[in-house]
């Protein structure tokens, strides 16, 4: 059985997990899998969230624990595992590190909305909010797009600049910004992504700038 860690799955190739987010929305389009309804178990702040899917050639359960305070800890705000396994054999094929799936794959999502909605020549781009989610955001945006300038806005000064080394680390030509003044990002960005804890108000932001994409990648426990 394959065991995937955070570092080989941060590895990942970008353009297979995006491929693979595609297909997975054909999948779901074509209703092509059995899954329940998402299970959560609360334990005061802390949430516990049960995942499992069966498709035709593979079935997987996805366990999330949502602990809000966990950056007091120095731990991310979200944690978890995935089984992997084969649904004709049973067989257990791998298990991963379930937040770095979580993480690439949302990044995944978020890339491929770029890629559909977005022009193609768009260079300036705005991330509200440089967490976990702020980085994989930005990785797929940088993916998809020949972004020029990335303007960066957080609560916390030391993680939008924690993320500026990430980002120049992997894409040293993009001139990455960071402001204090989230109304001057939204005006200077053409995309926008807002990957803070709380939902942001994106309407301001539409009226400033018309045509801008406004992406929310919303609250884990929302639904
Ligand atoms: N981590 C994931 O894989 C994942 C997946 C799906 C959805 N989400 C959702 O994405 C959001 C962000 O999660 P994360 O894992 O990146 O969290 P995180 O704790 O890693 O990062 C959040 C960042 O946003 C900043 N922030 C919070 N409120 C802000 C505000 N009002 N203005 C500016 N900055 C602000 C914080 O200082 C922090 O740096 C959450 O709503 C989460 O539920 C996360």
Aim: hydrophobic letters at 45%; a negative charge; proline letters at 3%.
């Amino acid at each position: 059985m394959l065991y995937l860690n955070k570092h080989a799955i941060q590895q990942m190739d970008q353009q297979m997990i995006q491929t693979a987010v595609e297909q997975a929305y054909r999948l779901v389009l074509n209703k092509n899998y059995t899954m329940p309804d998402r299970m959560h178990v609360t334990d005061h702040q802390n949430t516990l969230l049960f995942m499992p899917c069966f498709s035709e050639n593979f079935f997987a359960a996805k366990l999330v624990w949502v602990f809000p305070e966990a950056r007091q800890h120095g731990q991310p705000a979200v944690n978890g595992l995935v089984v992997l396994s084969d649904a004709v054999s049973g067989h257990a094929l791998a298990i991963m590190d379930g937040a770095a799936i979580t993480a690439q794959r949302t990044g995944a999502v978020g890339g491929l909305a770029v890629k559909l909605l977005t022009p193609k020549t768009v260079t300036t781009a705005g991330v509200l909010g440089a967490g976990v989610q702020g980085l994989s955001q930005t990785r797929y945006l940088l993916f998809n797009r020949n972004i020029q300038t990335l303007y960066l806005y957080d609560l916390n000064q030391e993680a939008a600049k924690a993320m500026r080394r990430n980002i120049k680390q992997e894409f040293m030509d993009v001139d990455v910004v960071i402001t204090d003044d989230p109304d001057q990002l939204v005006e200077a960005s053409r995309v926008i992504i807002a990957a803070g804890m709380a939902l942001f108000d994106l309407t301001a932001a539409a009226a400033i700038y018309q045509g801008a994409l406004e992406k929310n990648i919303g609250q884990l426990l929302d639904g």
